[in-house]
Protein backbone atom coordinates (compact mmCIF):
# COMPACT_ATOMS: atom_id res chain seq x y z
CA UNK A 1 0.00 0.00 0.00
CA UNK A 2 1.40 3.29 -0.88
CA UNK A 3 1.71 5.54 1.62
CA UNK A 4 -0.49 8.78 0.22
CA UNK A 5 -2.67 7.94 -2.83
CA UNK A 6 -4.65 9.46 -5.56
CA UNK A 7 -6.40 8.73 -8.57
CA UNK A 8 -4.34 9.70 -11.68
CA UNK A 9 -7.48 10.46 -13.74
CA UNK A 10 -7.51 12.58 -16.13
CA UNK A 11 -10.82 13.92 -14.05
CA UNK A 12 -12.78 16.04 -16.39
CA UNK A 13 -15.25 18.35 -15.68
CA UNK A 14 -17.10 21.12 -17.37
CA UNK A 15 -16.13 24.69 -16.42
CA UNK A 16 -18.42 26.06 -13.65
CA UNK A 17 -18.41 23.03 -12.18
CA UNK A 18 -17.01 21.58 -8.33
CA UNK A 19 -14.24 19.52 -9.36
CA UNK A 20 -13.73 16.75 -6.00
CA UNK A 21 -10.35 15.44 -5.80
CA UNK A 22 -9.20 13.00 -3.25
CA UNK A 23 -6.46 11.77 -1.59
CA UNK A 24 -6.04 8.96 1.07
CA UNK A 25 -2.96 7.98 3.51
CA UNK A 26 -1.78 5.22 5.46
CA UNK A 27 0.25 6.69 8.75
CA UNK A 28 -2.62 7.47 10.97
CA UNK A 29 0.01 9.51 13.11
CA UNK A 30 -0.41 12.33 10.55
CA UNK A 31 -1.17 15.92 11.21
CA UNK A 32 -0.13 18.50 8.42
CA UNK A 33 -1.92 18.39 4.93
CA UNK A 34 -1.20 19.91 1.79
CA UNK A 35 -2.50 20.47 -1.88
CA UNK A 36 0.00 21.63 -4.39
CA UNK A 37 -1.37 22.31 -8.49
CA UNK A 38 1.38 21.57 -10.55
CA UNK A 39 0.72 22.86 -14.52
CA UNK A 40 3.23 21.14 -16.90
CA UNK A 41 6.38 21.88 -17.12
CA UNK A 42 6.28 23.40 -13.94
CA UNK A 43 7.02 23.39 -10.23
CA UNK A 44 4.46 22.59 -7.60
CA UNK A 45 2.49 25.73 -6.13
CA UNK A 46 0.97 25.26 -2.65
CA UNK A 47 -2.64 26.62 -2.64
CA UNK A 48 -3.85 24.67 0.36
CA UNK A 49 -3.39 23.39 3.54
CA UNK A 50 -5.05 22.11 6.56
CA UNK A 51 -4.03 20.43 10.24
CA UNK A 52 -7.68 20.04 11.74
CA UNK A 53 -10.62 17.89 10.98
CA UNK A 54 -13.24 20.04 9.35
CA UNK A 55 -13.36 22.25 6.43
CA UNK A 56 -10.92 25.01 5.21
CA UNK A 57 -12.34 27.43 2.99
CA UNK A 58 -9.96 29.93 0.45
CA UNK A 59 -11.60 31.46 -2.58
CA UNK A 60 -13.00 28.89 -4.69
CA UNK A 61 -10.73 26.00 -2.98
CA UNK A 62 -12.11 23.91 0.08
CA UNK A 63 -10.17 21.63 1.81
CA UNK A 64 -11.75 18.73 3.64
CA UNK A 65 -9.96 16.43 6.49
CA UNK A 66 -11.24 13.27 7.86
CA UNK A 67 -8.21 11.81 9.86
CA UNK A 68 -10.42 9.18 11.24
CA UNK A 69 -11.17 7.92 8.28
CA UNK A 70 -7.19 9.06 6.66
CA UNK A 71 -9.31 10.63 3.71
CA UNK A 72 -8.19 14.38 2.90
CA UNK A 73 -10.06 16.19 -0.49
CA UNK A 74 -10.06 19.38 -2.36
CA UNK A 75 -13.36 21.03 -3.83
CA UNK A 76 -12.86 23.74 -6.72
CA UNK A 77 -16.06 25.34 -7.06
CA UNK A 78 -16.96 27.33 -10.52
CA UNK A 79 -14.02 25.40 -11.91
CA UNK A 80 -12.51 27.19 -15.01
CA UNK A 81 -10.34 26.30 -17.84
CA UNK A 82 -7.20 27.56 -15.98
CA UNK A 83 -7.35 24.88 -13.10
CA UNK A 84 -6.71 22.38 -15.67
CA UNK A 85 -3.64 20.74 -14.30
CA UNK A 86 -2.73 18.13 -12.30
CA UNK A 87 -3.01 18.78 -8.16
CA UNK A 88 -0.86 16.82 -5.73
CA UNK A 89 -1.53 15.55 -2.68
CA UNK A 90 1.73 16.15 -0.28
CA UNK A 91 1.22 14.70 3.91
CA UNK A 92 4.05 15.15 6.28
CA UNK A 93 6.04 13.03 8.02
CA UNK A 94 5.72 12.33 11.42
CA UNK A 95 9.52 12.14 12.31
CA UNK A 96 11.31 15.51 12.72
CA UNK A 97 11.85 15.93 9.02
CA UNK A 98 8.91 17.01 8.32
CA UNK A 99 9.49 15.93 4.88
CA UNK A 100 6.48 15.67 2.66
CA UNK A 101 5.31 12.51 1.28
CA UNK A 102 3.28 13.06 -2.23
CA UNK A 103 0.90 11.10 -3.81
CA UNK A 104 1.15 10.30 -7.75
CA UNK A 105 -1.16 13.23 -8.08
CA UNK A 106 -4.79 13.49 -10.31
CA UNK A 107 -4.91 15.54 -13.68
CA UNK A 108 -7.77 17.47 -13.60
CA UNK A 109 -9.65 18.91 -17.39
CA UNK A 110 -12.00 21.62 -16.97
CA UNK A 111 -13.36 21.44 -20.49
CA UNK A 112 -14.59 24.90 -22.30
CA UNK B 1 10.34 38.61 -1.09
CA UNK B 2 11.82 36.68 -3.46
CA UNK B 3 10.48 32.67 -3.67
CA UNK B 4 12.63 29.90 -3.89
CA UNK B 5 15.47 30.59 -6.71
CA UNK B 6 16.93 27.50 -8.18
CA UNK B 7 19.85 27.10 -11.12
CA UNK B 8 20.29 26.06 -13.67
CA UNK B 9 16.60 25.61 -15.24
CA UNK B 10 17.55 23.06 -17.74
CA UNK B 11 20.81 20.76 -17.65
CA UNK B 12 21.49 18.72 -20.82
CA UNK B 13 25.03 16.58 -20.21
CA UNK B 14 26.68 13.23 -20.98
CA UNK B 15 26.72 10.09 -19.02
CA UNK B 16 29.10 9.88 -16.91
CA UNK B 17 29.42 13.83 -16.31
CA UNK B 18 29.37 15.73 -12.87
CA UNK B 19 26.67 18.03 -12.62
CA UNK B 20 25.93 20.51 -9.67
CA UNK B 21 23.01 22.39 -9.13
CA UNK B 22 22.03 25.34 -6.90
CA UNK B 23 19.50 26.69 -4.83
CA UNK B 24 18.97 29.85 -2.93
CA UNK B 25 16.12 29.72 -0.30
CA UNK B 26 13.30 32.29 0.81
CA UNK B 27 15.38 34.74 3.15
CA UNK B 28 15.19 33.26 6.88
CA UNK B 29 13.43 30.04 6.02
CA UNK B 30 15.87 27.48 8.20
CA UNK B 31 14.59 24.69 6.31
CA UNK B 32 15.53 23.86 2.80
CA UNK B 33 14.96 20.56 0.99
CA UNK B 34 15.35 18.48 -2.61
CA UNK B 35 13.27 16.34 -4.30
CA UNK B 36 13.23 14.74 -7.24
CA UNK B 37 10.21 13.93 -9.77
CA UNK B 38 9.56 12.07 -12.77
CA UNK B 39 7.06 11.79 -15.24
CA UNK B 40 3.74 10.77 -14.13
CA UNK B 41 4.89 10.76 -10.22
CA UNK B 42 4.92 13.65 -7.37
CA UNK B 43 8.13 14.74 -5.99
CA UNK B 44 10.01 12.14 -4.33
CA UNK B 45 12.17 13.42 -0.86
CA UNK B 46 16.49 13.45 -1.32
CA UNK B 47 17.50 15.40 1.63
CA UNK B 48 16.88 17.91 3.87
CA UNK B 49 19.00 20.29 6.08
CA UNK B 50 17.70 22.52 9.29
CA UNK B 51 20.11 25.46 8.40
CA UNK B 52 23.53 23.96 7.65
CA UNK B 53 23.05 20.43 8.92
CA UNK B 54 22.12 17.59 6.80
CA UNK B 55 19.60 15.94 8.96
CA UNK B 56 18.55 12.85 6.42
CA UNK B 57 19.32 11.54 3.55
CA UNK B 58 16.73 9.39 1.45
CA UNK B 59 17.87 5.64 0.34
CA UNK B 60 17.70 7.26 -3.08
CA UNK B 61 20.51 9.68 -2.15
CA UNK B 62 23.46 7.31 -3.55
CA UNK B 63 26.75 7.64 -2.96
CA UNK B 64 26.79 9.35 -6.09
CA UNK B 65 24.87 12.12 -5.02
CA UNK B 66 26.08 14.76 -2.12
CA UNK B 67 24.20 17.97 -0.80
CA UNK B 68 25.94 21.14 1.10
CA UNK B 69 24.17 24.02 2.28
CA UNK B 70 27.19 25.75 3.56
CA UNK B 71 26.68 28.68 6.11
CA UNK B 72 22.90 27.64 6.08
CA UNK B 73 21.88 29.88 3.30
CA UNK B 74 21.84 28.40 -0.59
CA UNK B 75 22.46 24.91 -1.18
CA UNK B 76 24.33 22.51 -3.84
CA UNK B 77 23.28 19.58 -5.01
CA UNK B 78 26.06 17.47 -7.00
CA UNK B 79 25.43 14.28 -9.30
CA UNK B 80 28.80 12.43 -10.48
CA UNK B 81 29.08 9.83 -12.67
CA UNK B 82 25.44 10.87 -14.08
CA UNK B 83 23.33 7.77 -15.85
CA UNK B 84 20.47 7.78 -17.82
CA UNK B 85 18.07 6.99 -14.37
CA UNK B 86 19.17 10.97 -13.01
CA UNK B 87 16.89 12.20 -15.69
CA UNK B 88 14.65 13.63 -13.60
CA UNK B 89 13.43 17.55 -12.43
CA UNK B 90 14.79 18.27 -9.36
CA UNK B 91 13.13 20.47 -7.08
CA UNK B 92 14.11 22.29 -4.14
CA UNK B 93 11.77 23.63 -1.18
CA UNK B 94 12.47 25.95 1.43
CA UNK B 95 10.50 26.46 5.02
CA UNK B 96 10.98 28.78 8.14
CA UNK B 97 10.02 25.99 10.76
CA UNK B 98 7.21 24.11 10.11
CA UNK B 99 5.32 26.15 8.08
CA UNK B 100 4.56 25.28 5.05
CA UNK B 101 7.06 24.41 2.43
CA UNK B 102 7.45 26.53 -1.14
CA UNK B 103 9.09 24.90 -4.24
CA UNK B 104 11.55 26.84 -6.45
CA UNK B 105 11.64 26.05 -10.17
CA UNK B 106 13.59 22.96 -10.48
CA UNK B 107 15.94 22.09 -12.40
CA UNK B 108 15.49 19.56 -15.50
CA UNK B 109 18.26 17.46 -16.14
CA UNK B 110 18.47 15.01 -19.01
CA UNK B 111 21.09 12.55 -19.53
CA UNK B 112 22.10 12.03 -22.89
Known amino acids: QKEVEQNSGPLSVPEGAIASLNCTYSDRGSQSFFWYRQYSGKSPELIMF????GDKEDGRFTAQLNKASQYVSLLIRDSQPSDSATYLC????????????FGTGTRLKVLA | DTGVSQNPRHKITKRGQNVTFRCDPISEHNRLYWYRQTLGQGPEFLTY????????KSRLLSDRFSAERPKGSFSTLEIQRTEQGDSAMYLC??????????FGDGTRLSIL
Open chain 2, 49 to 56: FQNEAQLE
Open chain 2, 93 to 102: ASSLGTQPQH
Open chain 1, 50 to 53: IYSN
Open chain 1, 90 to 101: AVAATSGTYKYI
